[in-house]
Protein backbone atom coordinates (compact mmCIF):
# COMPACT_ATOMS: atom_id res chain seq x y z
CA UNK A 1 0.00 0.00 0.00
CA UNK A 2 2.97 2.22 0.61
CA UNK A 3 3.92 1.83 -2.56
CA UNK A 4 1.14 1.79 -5.03
CA UNK A 5 -1.49 3.62 -2.55
CA UNK A 6 -1.18 6.94 -4.69
CA UNK A 7 -1.71 4.95 -8.09
CA UNK A 8 -5.07 2.81 -6.75
CA UNK A 9 -6.30 6.27 -5.25
CA UNK A 10 -6.11 7.64 -8.68
CA UNK A 11 -7.58 4.59 -10.27
CA UNK A 12 -10.68 5.00 -7.54
CA UNK A 13 -11.29 8.21 -8.01
CA UNK A 14 -11.02 8.17 -11.68
CA UNK A 15 -13.76 5.63 -12.07
CA UNK A 16 -15.96 6.62 -9.32
CA UNK A 17 -16.13 10.17 -11.34
CA UNK A 18 -16.56 8.62 -14.69
CA UNK A 19 -19.63 6.43 -12.89
CA UNK A 20 -20.93 9.73 -11.70
CA UNK A 21 -20.92 11.74 -15.01
CA UNK A 22 -22.38 9.31 -16.49
CA UNK A 23 -25.43 8.89 -14.36
CA UNK A 24 -25.81 12.44 -14.69
CA UNK A 25 -25.38 12.71 -18.25
CA UNK A 26 -28.46 14.18 -19.91
CA UNK A 27 -29.93 12.11 -22.75
CA UNK A 28 -29.25 15.43 -25.06
CA UNK A 29 -26.17 16.10 -24.30
CA UNK A 30 -23.51 16.05 -27.32
CA UNK A 31 -20.55 14.06 -27.64
CA UNK A 32 -18.98 10.55 -27.58
CA UNK A 33 -21.22 9.03 -24.08
CA UNK A 34 -18.25 7.66 -22.03
CA UNK A 35 -15.56 9.73 -23.12
CA UNK A 36 -16.47 12.47 -22.23
CA UNK A 37 -17.69 11.75 -19.13
CA UNK A 38 -14.06 10.11 -18.75
CA UNK A 39 -12.64 13.66 -19.83
CA UNK A 40 -14.61 15.60 -17.30
CA UNK A 41 -13.30 12.71 -14.31
CA UNK A 42 -9.63 13.63 -15.30
CA UNK A 43 -10.26 17.30 -15.06
CA UNK A 44 -11.08 16.67 -11.73
CA UNK A 45 -7.25 16.17 -10.90
CA UNK A 46 -6.24 19.43 -12.74
CA UNK A 47 -7.65 23.14 -13.01
CA UNK A 48 -11.26 23.56 -14.84
CA UNK A 49 -13.45 21.17 -13.13
CA UNK A 50 -17.18 22.29 -13.11
CA UNK A 51 -20.21 20.62 -12.79
CA UNK A 52 -22.71 19.33 -15.57
CA UNK A 53 -26.38 20.59 -15.71
CA UNK A 54 -27.49 16.93 -14.92
CA UNK A 55 -25.55 16.84 -11.61
CA UNK A 56 -26.69 20.81 -11.06
CA UNK A 57 -29.97 18.96 -10.63
CA UNK A 58 -29.07 15.77 -8.67
CA UNK A 59 -28.57 16.58 -4.64
CA UNK A 60 -26.70 13.28 -4.49
CA UNK A 61 -24.66 13.54 -7.76
CA UNK A 62 -23.54 17.07 -6.76
CA UNK A 63 -22.34 16.00 -3.17
CA UNK A 64 -20.85 12.59 -4.67
CA UNK A 65 -18.67 15.04 -7.91
CA UNK A 66 -17.52 17.55 -5.00
CA UNK A 67 -16.54 15.15 -2.64
CA UNK A 68 -14.46 13.30 -5.48
CA UNK A 69 -13.27 16.79 -6.95
CA UNK A 70 -11.71 17.07 -3.31
CA UNK A 71 -10.36 13.56 -3.16
CA UNK A 72 -8.74 14.24 -6.88
CA UNK A 73 -6.69 17.33 -5.37
CA UNK A 74 -5.32 15.23 -2.50
CA UNK A 75 -3.82 12.44 -4.95
CA UNK A 76 -2.68 15.16 -7.32
CA UNK A 77 -1.34 17.14 -4.16
CA UNK A 78 0.34 14.10 -2.76
CA UNK A 79 1.85 12.82 -6.13
CA UNK A 80 3.81 16.56 -6.62
CA UNK A 81 5.00 16.55 -3.48
CA UNK A 82 6.25 12.86 -3.29
CA UNK A 83 8.16 13.82 -6.66
CA UNK A 84 9.60 16.96 -4.68
CA UNK A 85 9.62 16.22 -1.31
CA UNK A 86 12.74 13.89 -1.55
CA UNK A 87 14.53 16.47 -3.74
CA UNK A 88 13.97 19.68 -1.49
CA UNK A 89 12.91 17.95 1.85
CA UNK A 90 16.08 16.38 2.14
CA UNK A 91 18.06 19.05 2.42
CA UNK A 92 16.18 21.16 4.12
CA UNK A 93 15.96 18.46 7.01
CA UNK A 94 19.70 18.31 7.02
CA UNK A 95 19.93 22.18 7.62
CA UNK A 96 16.86 21.78 10.52
CA UNK A 97 19.20 19.22 12.01
CA UNK A 98 22.83 21.06 11.96
CA UNK A 99 20.89 24.16 13.12
CA UNK A 100 19.40 21.92 16.16
CA UNK A 101 22.30 20.33 16.71
CA UNK A 102 24.23 23.86 16.66
CA UNK A 103 21.72 25.14 19.57
CA UNK A 104 21.34 22.23 21.40
CA UNK A 105 17.77 21.45 20.83
CA UNK A 106 16.45 17.53 21.29
CA UNK A 107 14.38 16.10 18.20
CA UNK A 108 10.93 16.11 19.04
CA UNK A 109 10.18 12.89 17.95
CA UNK A 110 13.41 11.04 17.64
CA UNK A 111 11.30 7.53 17.08
CA UNK A 112 10.55 8.79 13.63
CA UNK A 113 13.72 8.08 12.41
CA UNK A 114 12.85 4.93 11.80
CA UNK A 115 9.99 5.75 9.06
CA UNK A 116 12.75 7.10 7.00
CA UNK A 117 15.54 4.27 7.28
CA UNK A 118 15.73 1.94 4.20
CA UNK A 119 14.78 -1.92 4.99
CA UNK A 120 18.00 -4.00 4.13
CA UNK A 121 16.93 -6.69 1.89
CA UNK A 122 18.34 -10.35 1.87
CA UNK A 123 17.83 -13.32 -0.58
CA UNK A 124 17.79 -16.64 0.47
CA UNK A 125 19.06 -19.35 -2.18
CA UNK A 126 17.02 -22.87 -0.56
CA UNK A 127 14.69 -22.53 2.10
CA UNK A 128 15.42 -25.66 4.58
CA UNK A 129 16.15 -25.95 7.72
CA UNK A 130 19.20 -23.73 8.21
CA UNK A 131 17.71 -20.52 5.57
CA UNK A 132 14.11 -20.63 7.84
CA UNK A 133 16.23 -20.10 10.56
CA UNK A 134 18.31 -17.50 9.05
CA UNK A 135 15.05 -16.19 7.44
CA UNK A 136 13.23 -15.60 11.41
CA UNK A 137 16.66 -14.19 12.78
CA UNK A 138 16.64 -11.46 9.78
CA UNK A 139 13.10 -10.48 10.47
CA UNK A 140 13.99 -9.51 13.42
CA UNK A 141 16.75 -7.13 12.02
CA UNK A 142 14.22 -5.25 9.73
CA UNK A 143 15.30 -7.30 7.06
CA UNK A 144 13.43 -7.59 3.70
CA UNK A 145 13.21 -11.22 2.85
CA UNK A 146 13.32 -12.95 -0.58
CA UNK A 147 13.75 -17.11 -0.62
CA UNK A 148 14.19 -18.66 -3.69
CA UNK A 149 13.98 -22.77 -4.14
CA UNK A 150 12.77 -25.71 -6.44
CA UNK A 151 9.37 -26.31 -4.37
CA UNK A 152 8.25 -25.03 -0.94
CA UNK A 153 6.55 -27.60 1.83
CA UNK A 154 4.19 -26.46 4.50
CA UNK A 155 6.07 -25.73 6.94
CA UNK A 156 8.04 -23.44 4.97
CA UNK A 157 5.26 -21.26 3.78
CA UNK A 158 3.82 -21.26 7.16
CA UNK A 159 7.35 -19.51 8.08
CA UNK A 160 7.09 -17.47 4.89
CA UNK A 161 3.53 -15.89 6.06
CA UNK A 162 4.51 -15.34 9.63
CA UNK A 163 7.85 -13.53 8.99
CA UNK A 164 6.69 -11.75 5.64
CA UNK A 165 9.25 -13.77 3.29
CA UNK A 166 8.67 -13.52 -0.27
CA UNK A 167 9.07 -17.45 -1.73
CA UNK A 168 9.89 -17.44 -5.47
CA UNK A 169 10.09 -20.87 -6.83
CA UNK A 170 13.04 -21.53 -9.19
CA UNK A 171 15.60 -24.00 -10.29
CA UNK A 172 18.84 -22.75 -8.20
CA UNK A 173 21.19 -24.47 -10.88
CA UNK A 174 19.75 -21.97 -13.29
CA UNK A 175 21.54 -18.62 -13.82
CA UNK A 176 17.94 -17.28 -14.88
CA UNK A 177 16.38 -18.33 -11.33
CA UNK A 178 19.07 -16.18 -9.29
CA UNK A 179 18.73 -13.44 -11.87
CA UNK A 180 14.75 -13.33 -10.56
CA UNK A 181 15.94 -13.00 -7.24
CA UNK A 182 17.53 -9.93 -7.42
CA UNK A 183 21.00 -10.20 -6.17
CA UNK A 184 22.19 -6.88 -7.26
CA UNK A 185 19.59 -5.10 -4.96
CA UNK A 186 20.30 -7.62 -1.63
CA UNK A 187 22.86 -6.70 1.28
CA UNK A 188 23.49 -10.10 1.85
CA UNK A 189 22.69 -13.65 -0.19
CA UNK A 190 22.65 -16.44 2.29
CA UNK A 191 23.24 -20.36 0.39
CA UNK A 192 21.60 -23.36 2.00
CA UNK A 193 20.83 -25.63 0.42
CA UNK A 194 22.06 -28.82 2.31
CA UNK A 195 25.02 -30.03 0.78
CA UNK A 196 28.62 -28.46 1.55
CA UNK A 197 30.10 -28.43 -2.23
CA UNK A 198 26.39 -27.61 -3.32
CA UNK A 199 26.35 -24.51 -1.27
CA UNK A 200 29.76 -23.27 -2.71
CA UNK A 201 28.66 -23.88 -5.76
CA UNK A 202 25.58 -22.37 -6.04
CA UNK A 203 27.70 -19.45 -3.71
CA UNK A 204 29.87 -19.58 -6.33
CA UNK A 205 27.46 -19.21 -9.52
CA UNK A 206 25.84 -16.33 -7.59
CA UNK A 207 28.88 -14.30 -7.01
CA UNK A 208 29.93 -14.63 -10.71
CA UNK A 209 26.08 -13.33 -11.73
CA UNK A 210 26.30 -10.30 -9.05
CA UNK A 211 30.37 -9.83 -7.57
CA UNK A 212 29.08 -6.86 -5.25
CA UNK A 213 26.67 -9.05 -3.49
CA UNK A 214 27.40 -10.38 0.12
CA UNK A 215 27.24 -13.85 -0.41
CA UNK A 216 27.44 -16.49 2.36
CA UNK A 217 27.60 -20.05 2.14
CA UNK A 218 26.61 -22.30 4.97
CA UNK A 219 29.43 -25.01 5.77
CA UNK A 220 28.73 -27.80 8.18
CA UNK A 221 32.50 -29.56 8.33
CA UNK A 222 34.85 -27.37 10.35
CA UNK A 223 37.54 -28.73 8.21
CA UNK A 224 36.27 -28.02 4.66
CA UNK A 225 35.52 -24.51 6.04
CA UNK A 226 39.10 -24.42 7.16
CA UNK A 227 40.17 -25.74 3.75
CA UNK A 228 37.91 -23.58 1.94
CA UNK A 229 39.87 -20.56 3.47
CA UNK A 230 43.45 -21.51 3.13
CA UNK A 231 42.27 -21.99 -0.91
CA UNK A 232 40.67 -18.77 -1.05
CA UNK A 233 44.36 -16.91 0.11
CA UNK A 234 45.57 -19.20 -2.74
CA UNK A 235 43.31 -18.06 -5.71
CA UNK A 236 40.80 -20.89 -5.70
CA UNK A 237 38.31 -19.85 -8.06
CA UNK A 238 35.20 -21.12 -6.30
CA UNK A 239 36.41 -19.87 -2.97
CA UNK A 240 36.80 -16.25 -4.30
CA UNK A 241 34.61 -13.26 -2.92
CA UNK A 242 32.49 -16.19 -0.97
CA UNK A 243 32.11 -16.04 2.75
CA UNK A 244 31.11 -18.93 5.27
CA UNK A 245 29.39 -19.59 8.28
CA UNK A 246 28.36 -23.34 10.42
CA UNK A 247 25.33 -23.59 12.13
CA UNK A 248 27.51 -26.52 14.61
CA UNK A 249 30.55 -23.70 14.74
CA UNK A 250 27.86 -21.40 15.91
CA UNK A 251 26.09 -23.93 18.75
CA UNK A 252 29.88 -24.72 19.53
CA UNK A 253 30.81 -21.82 20.42
CA UNK A 254 27.04 -20.69 22.05
CA UNK A 255 27.82 -23.62 24.21
CA UNK A 256 31.50 -23.40 25.29
CA UNK A 257 30.36 -19.58 26.47
CA UNK A 258 27.76 -20.35 28.38
CA UNK A 259 29.06 -23.81 30.46
CA UNK A 260 31.65 -22.13 32.18
CA UNK A 261 33.77 -25.41 31.70
CA UNK A 262 36.78 -23.68 34.02
CA UNK A 263 34.63 -23.03 36.69
CA UNK A 264 33.13 -25.79 36.93
CA UNK A 265 36.46 -27.65 37.19
CA UNK A 266 37.39 -25.06 39.66
CA UNK A 267 34.22 -26.01 42.19
CA UNK A 268 35.76 -29.42 41.52
CA UNK A 269 39.34 -28.82 42.52
CA UNK A 270 40.34 -30.05 39.11
CA UNK A 271 43.76 -29.22 37.54
CA UNK A 272 42.42 -29.36 34.19
CA UNK A 273 39.01 -29.61 32.32
CA UNK A 274 38.47 -32.73 31.15
CA UNK A 275 35.20 -32.92 28.72
CA UNK A 276 34.00 -36.11 27.11
CA UNK A 277 32.63 -35.29 23.34
CA UNK A 278 30.36 -38.47 22.65
CA UNK A 279 29.99 -38.35 18.61
CA UNK A 280 32.47 -37.25 16.47
CA UNK A 281 31.33 -35.35 13.64
CA UNK A 282 30.94 -32.21 12.45
CA UNK A 283 29.58 -31.35 15.70
CA UNK A 284 31.55 -33.03 17.53
CA UNK A 285 34.96 -32.03 15.54
CA UNK A 286 33.37 -28.02 16.34
CA UNK A 287 33.10 -28.69 20.20
CA UNK A 288 36.36 -30.04 20.38
CA UNK A 289 37.88 -27.02 18.60
CA UNK A 290 36.16 -24.59 20.51
CA UNK A 291 36.73 -26.62 23.69
CA UNK A 292 40.59 -25.89 23.36
CA UNK A 293 40.19 -22.59 22.63
CA UNK A 294 37.83 -21.76 25.59
CA UNK A 295 38.73 -23.78 28.43
CA UNK A 296 42.06 -22.82 29.01
CA UNK A 297 42.48 -20.60 31.87
CA UNK A 298 45.56 -19.21 33.90
CA UNK A 299 45.40 -21.69 36.71
CA UNK A 300 44.38 -24.43 34.93
CA UNK A 301 45.98 -27.05 32.81
CA UNK A 302 45.54 -27.21 29.16
CA UNK A 303 42.16 -29.26 28.74
CA UNK A 304 41.90 -33.63 28.85
CA UNK A 305 39.38 -34.27 25.60
CA UNK A 306 37.79 -37.83 25.52
CA UNK A 307 36.47 -38.69 22.45
CA UNK A 308 33.90 -41.77 22.84
CA UNK A 309 33.07 -43.15 18.78
CA UNK A 310 32.18 -46.01 17.04
CA UNK A 311 35.21 -45.47 14.86
CA UNK A 312 37.50 -43.92 16.95
CA UNK A 313 40.88 -45.66 15.10
CA UNK A 314 39.24 -44.20 11.50
CA UNK A 315 38.15 -40.65 13.58
CA UNK A 316 41.66 -40.46 15.06
CA UNK A 317 43.47 -40.86 12.04
CA UNK A 318 41.45 -38.46 10.27
CA UNK A 319 41.49 -35.84 12.82
CA UNK A 320 45.39 -36.19 13.57
CA UNK A 321 46.41 -35.80 9.79
CA UNK A 322 44.08 -32.48 9.89
CA UNK A 323 45.30 -30.85 12.84
CA UNK A 324 49.29 -32.72 13.67
CA UNK A 325 50.50 -29.87 15.38
CA UNK A 326 47.74 -30.75 18.55
CA UNK A 327 49.71 -34.07 19.05
CA UNK A 328 51.38 -33.55 22.74
CA UNK A 329 54.53 -35.79 21.25
CA UNK A 330 57.53 -34.34 23.05
CA UNK A 331 56.00 -31.72 24.95
CA UNK A 332 55.56 -31.83 29.00
CA UNK A 333 52.31 -33.45 30.15
CA UNK A 334 50.80 -29.98 32.24
CA UNK A 335 51.68 -28.04 28.83
CA UNK A 336 49.80 -29.49 25.90
CA UNK A 337 46.75 -30.66 25.76
CA UNK A 338 45.68 -34.48 26.27
CA UNK A 339 43.44 -35.80 23.36
CA UNK A 340 42.16 -39.46 23.58
CA UNK A 341 39.95 -41.19 21.64
CA UNK A 342 38.01 -44.12 22.89
CA UNK A 343 36.03 -47.06 20.99
CA UNK A 344 32.80 -47.10 22.72
CA UNK A 345 29.11 -48.08 20.87
CA UNK A 346 27.29 -45.49 22.83
CA UNK A 347 24.03 -47.15 22.43
CA UNK A 348 25.40 -50.10 23.72
CA UNK A 349 27.38 -48.67 27.07
CA UNK A 350 25.62 -49.31 30.37
CA UNK A 351 27.02 -46.52 32.43
CA UNK A 352 25.70 -48.30 35.73
CA UNK A 353 28.62 -50.91 35.72
CA UNK A 354 32.32 -48.66 36.40
CA UNK A 355 33.95 -51.59 34.23
CA UNK A 356 32.56 -50.62 30.97
CA UNK A 357 33.46 -47.19 32.06
CA UNK A 358 36.92 -47.84 32.80
CA UNK A 359 38.18 -47.08 29.16
CA UNK A 360 36.81 -43.07 29.79
CA UNK A 361 39.20 -42.87 32.85
CA UNK A 362 36.84 -41.51 35.19
CA UNK A 363 38.41 -42.69 38.13
CA UNK A 364 41.50 -40.96 37.12
CA UNK A 365 40.55 -38.05 35.63
CA UNK A 366 36.83 -36.74 36.68
CA UNK A 367 34.51 -35.28 33.92
CA UNK A 368 33.96 -31.94 34.28
CA UNK A 369 31.00 -31.96 31.54
CA UNK A 370 29.96 -34.30 28.44
CA UNK A 371 28.67 -33.47 25.60
CA UNK A 372 26.39 -35.75 23.21
CA UNK A 373 26.23 -35.16 19.82
CA UNK A 374 25.98 -37.75 17.98
CA UNK A 375 23.82 -37.77 14.55
CA UNK A 376 20.23 -38.23 15.75
CA UNK A 377 18.57 -36.74 18.03
CA UNK A 378 16.54 -39.92 19.83
CA UNK A 379 20.28 -41.57 20.45
CA UNK A 380 21.24 -38.24 22.31
CA UNK A 381 18.41 -38.24 24.34
CA UNK A 382 18.12 -41.92 25.07
CA UNK A 383 22.15 -41.73 26.33
CA UNK A 384 22.08 -38.57 28.33
CA UNK A 385 19.26 -40.45 30.10
CA UNK A 386 20.83 -43.77 30.96
CA UNK A 387 24.01 -41.74 31.73
CA UNK A 388 21.74 -39.73 34.13
CA UNK A 389 20.39 -42.35 35.87
CA UNK A 390 23.55 -44.10 36.57
CA UNK A 391 24.65 -40.45 37.98
CA UNK A 392 21.14 -40.59 40.27
CA UNK A 393 21.77 -43.81 41.59
CA UNK A 394 25.60 -43.16 42.41
CA UNK A 395 27.09 -45.62 40.21
CA UNK A 396 29.02 -42.74 38.41
CA UNK A 397 30.36 -39.61 39.31
CA UNK A 398 27.75 -36.60 38.84
CA UNK A 399 28.18 -34.61 36.02
CA UNK A 400 26.60 -31.87 33.66
CA UNK A 401 25.50 -33.23 30.19
CA UNK A 402 25.17 -31.65 27.60
CA UNK A 403 23.08 -32.94 24.84
CA UNK A 404 22.56 -31.83 20.92
CA UNK A 405 18.96 -31.70 19.97
CA UNK A 406 18.79 -30.23 16.17
CA UNK A 407 15.08 -30.98 14.79
CA UNK A 408 13.21 -31.61 17.19
CA UNK A 409 11.40 -28.38 17.12
CA UNK A 410 12.70 -26.91 20.37
CA UNK A 411 12.52 -23.13 20.25
CA UNK A 412 14.88 -22.08 23.18
CA UNK A 413 18.43 -23.61 24.57
CA UNK A 414 18.17 -24.96 28.21
CA UNK A 415 20.93 -24.19 30.66
CA UNK A 416 19.79 -23.39 33.78
CA UNK A 417 17.65 -25.13 36.40
CA UNK A 418 14.52 -24.59 34.77
CA UNK A 419 15.26 -28.08 32.37
CA UNK A 420 13.03 -30.87 33.58
CA UNK A 421 16.20 -33.03 33.29
CA UNK A 422 18.17 -33.06 36.39
CA UNK A 423 21.83 -33.55 35.11
CA UNK A 424 21.32 -32.84 30.87
CA UNK A 425 21.41 -29.29 29.47
CA UNK A 426 19.93 -29.25 25.37
CA UNK A 427 21.84 -27.26 22.88
CA UNK A 428 22.11 -27.00 19.29
CA UNK A 429 18.33 -25.82 18.02
CA UNK A 430 18.85 -24.23 14.90
CA UNK A 431 16.25 -21.64 15.87
CA UNK A 432 18.17 -19.87 18.67
CA UNK A 433 21.73 -20.71 17.58
CA UNK A 434 21.10 -18.18 13.98
CA UNK A 435 19.76 -14.93 16.59
CA UNK A 436 23.53 -14.61 17.59
CA UNK A 437 25.10 -15.50 14.25
CA UNK A 438 28.28 -13.92 13.22
CA UNK A 439 27.03 -13.24 9.56
CA UNK A 440 23.80 -11.22 11.14
CA UNK A 441 26.63 -8.47 12.71
CA UNK A 442 27.87 -7.55 9.51
Not at 10 to 17: D, K, N
Not at 188 to 216: F, K, P, S
Not at 268 to 284: A, E, S, T, Y
Not at 407 to 423: H, K, M, S
Request: charged letters at 20%.
Amino acid sequence: MRKYGLSLAFLIVLIAGLLAFEAARLPSSSGLPIFDSLYRSLQMFVVGFSLTNGAKNNIWLTAILTFLSYGAVAVSSSAVIAVFARSFGDPLLICWQVWRREHGIPGVLPQTRQWRKARRRAVLLCFGTVNRAVAQSLRAHNYSITAIDERFEEPAQLIARNNGVLLVAGDLTDLSSLERGRLASADIVVVAAGNDVTNIEIAAAAHALEQRANIYAHIASPSFADDLRESSDRGFPLAGGIRTFSVKQESARNLLRRAHLARKAREHDQQRVHLVIVGMGDQGEAILLEALQSAIANDLHPPRITVIDREADIVAKRFWARWPGLAAAGLPTDTAPVIRFVPLDIQSVDFSRMEECEPLGIAGTPVTAYVVCCGEDATNLAAGLRLEHAMALGRCPPSTIFLTVWGAGIDTEVYDGRDPLAFCKLFGAVEPTMEGANLLRQ
